[in-house]
């Protein structure tokens, strides 16, 4: 579902007048102002100073750079709020407004690490060393203490849930994801991408978006990896699958080019063997770690898209 | 400065080139980077690297290993140092005991004035503990307004392919000798930061927002044309020192964090700058070539970006 300001604001209005939380106003204004957990929402943390607020291309004075792959996710504001305790440490608050739901799920899947603990917060929530990540509903929000000690971690969680509690939207991950299978795949691996950079930031086929990704899946299965582009139809998936083909073949960083009438392979400047074939709307790209044996794999994958395209039909 | 040196009267002048490279306006340095070593017996050493858990002591190593502060800094001298603090989050920002060696070793080696420039808000400063650390160590900290460019001096880029004018703050010509202190660490756009990327915190905010392409595309063409700008500012501005904090640094979600922490515990002291970020990008497994900005700098001559023909001195304390 797209949470739409309009959508969002009906929802802040009608918690305002059911009266269990009382509104702040900010410089930052708007309603996602109100997902900031107040003085009174926390036991031991407090708002230290007033919330900032950047829009759109101002993110770029707020983070001073790397804001391109905010932006390929869809990033329209956010809003940052510090907290201290009684001791003087501090912990930053985060809340990055994106598109969508799938935007907000793509750049919580990006953030995250692969080795941190999977809690319940939001639609996901990933804690890791010295700061936590979720998601819900077209919201990022991001929480960062500046150490590891347990105070520190138990008040990363407890400004987390407070403010989960205050955003009343919900997500649904895109459907994407549900392609992958799930026999042996490592789920806190899972990448959803919305553009080469982010594609890039895992695995560099090539500088240039040869698949042509606007809409993909990654996933780590122990002995290979997975990708998953999907396009809007056969004939899209098809051109974007010769393109990149024709790159690969010619590009010195793969060799052992193979091709067939539905396929083709090559490998990587690391020997890792890559595997590419259309099918359908679909791109699916099995990177091995050593060799490939996927056959089984690739079988149940194509039968999860081929299912997922009955459903829709 | 105009004439070439050889390695000899580098060696004697050394810190005279820190003082020409800046004056007067004419801010291209004509260093010769070959001659971008120091020489202990039959030991030439382009890029000293130490390791260690004392990040203070690191730093005076790595200097030390290479020629020492005097080399650069000569008395009564005023340097410009430019530390990165861009946020408090871990592995962001240079730190404060990095800094806190550099400027005690400035001091120690006579110089009159010592200015960490920046155009980032007090709080960065504060929240990262380096503006205690520089305080306490006796330099400034001189903080440009980043929204009044009258305060940024307008400097043709000559070489430039993609960036044609710089705009630096005005506060860099006041001083005599350039160090340059980044963190290196990921970049969710470019990949790498370091020292290249790092001379953007001498150039104004509005100029640096020019790098990036209209609507932040993400494409192959826009990410090459901010390296491209970023090497091109380079060829203005040359580093008399380069001192790297390569102790801890975020190798995801970079370059604002948070990210996963990598922990070498090491300081990269040199003056080429395409050999450093050549150098500290291998640190977490990315090779030097598929980082486009050092191979655009690479090809400004800037610097060595093979780590084969670079004579790297490594040794922990």
Known sequence: ?313 | MSEKMDRRSFLQKGAIIGASSVVGGKILSALVLKNSNVLYGDEKVDISVVKGEDYFESTIRAVEEFGGMKRFVTKNSRVAILPNAQRNNPGTYTKPDVVRAVVRMCKKAGAKEINCLSWLPEKNWEDTGLAKAVKKEGANLVLVNRNDESLFKPVPVKKGKALKEARIMKEFFKNDVFITLPVTKDHAGNKFTGTLKNMMGLNSPQNNRGFHKEDWDTNIDSIRFLDQCIADLNTIIEPDLCIVDATEFITTNGPFGPGKLLKPQKVVAGIDRVAIDAYCCQLWGLKPDSIIAINKAYEHELGEMSLKKVNIKELEV
């Open chain 1, 1 to 313: 579902m797209k949470i739409t300001p309009l959508f969002a604001l009906t929802s802040f209005m009608m918690i305002s007048l059911i009266g269990s939380h009382c509104v702040r106003k900010t410089n930052g204004g708007g309603y996602i102002s109100y997902y900031l957990p107040a003085s009174n929402g926390l036991k031991d943390w407090k708002p230290v100073g007033q919330p900032q607020k950047f829009e759109g291309e101002d993110l770029f004075l707020y983070i001073n750079g790397g804001t391109e792959i905010y932006h390929e996710y869809g990033f329209t504001q956010v809003i940052t709020q510090e907290y201290r305790n009684k001791k003087g440490k501090t912990i930053n608050l985060e809340l990055y407004e994106m598109e969508d739901s799938s935007s907000a799920y793509g750049i919580f899947t990006f953030k995250k690490g692969d080795i941190g603990q999977k809690i319940r917060i939001g639609n996901d929530a990933f804690l890791e060393e010295y700061y936590l990540n979720f998601w819900k509903g077209n919201v990022l929000v991001t929480v960062t203490g500046f150490d590891s000690e347990r105070e520190t971690m138990d008040g990363l969680i407890s400004i987390a849930e407070a403010t989960d509690a205050r955003i009343k939207t919900q997500g649904q991950k895109p459907p994407l994801p549900v392609l992958l299978p799930r026999k042996n795949l490592n789920v806190n691996s899972i990448k959803y991408v919305k553009g080469n950079l982010g594609l890039v930031n895992h695995y560099a086929f090539d500088s240039e978006n040869i698949f042509g990704v606007k809409e993909g899946i990654t996933g780590d299965y122990g002995t290979f990896e997975v990708f998953l582009f999907q396009y809007d139809d056969e004939n899209e998936s098809l051109k974007w699958y010769e393109y990149a083909r024709d790159h690969l073949e010619n590009n010195p960083k793969f060799h052992n080019f193979a091709n067939s009438d539905s396929a083709f392979s090559v490998i990587d400047d690391e020997g890792k063997p890559i595997h590419v074939e259309p099918y359908l709307n679909d791109i699916i790209i099995i990177l091995g770690k050593k060799q490939i044996d996927a056959a089984i794999f690739l079988a149940e994958m194509k039968e999860s898209i081929r299912e997922t395209m009955t459903i829709e039909e």
